[in-house]
Nanobody, 115 residues
Framework: QVQLVESGGGLAQPGGSLRLSCAGA????????MGWYRQAPGKQRELVAV???????TYADPVKDRFIISRENAKNTVYLQMNTLKPEDTAVYYC?????????WGQGTQVTVSS
């Protein structure tokens, strides 16, 4: 059974940082493209960043130069380092793993950016 478990969300001040983690189980983690998506209240879920099994990264324009996605295959974990946080980054952040038609989601972790 595939499981993706996110952690690291919480409250941060504008300009602050948070680091999200997502631990995967039940998949050959190293060959999956891993990603982070987010969904703010009243909005559709949107891509934040993805990283392929070979380490190629893609970022959404709103987070470029502020967020960094990385992976540690030996620990079956993907990370999202979020810097210079803004109130508009407030959302539930979801971990995703994808390989061809296989597509799995975590349960989400809340990130709130507020003073």
């Amino acid at each position: 059974q595939v499981q993706l478990v996110e952690s690291g969300g919480g409250l941060a001040q504008p300009g602050g940082s948070l680091r999200l983690s997502c631990a995967g189980a039940g998949i050959i983690f190293s060959i999956y493209t891993m990603g982070w998506y987010r969904q703010a209240p009243g909005k559709q879920r949107e891509l934040v960043a993805v990283i392929t099994g070979s380490g190629i990264t893609t970022y959404a324009d709103p987070v470029k130069d502020r967020f960094i996605i990385s992976r540690e295959n030996a620990k079956n974990t993907v990370y999202l380092q979020m810097n210079t946080l803004k109130p508009e980054d407030t959302a539930v952040y979801y971990c995703n793993s994808r390989l061809f038609a296989q597509n799995y989601w975590g349960q989400g972790t809340q990130v709130t950016v507020s003073s």
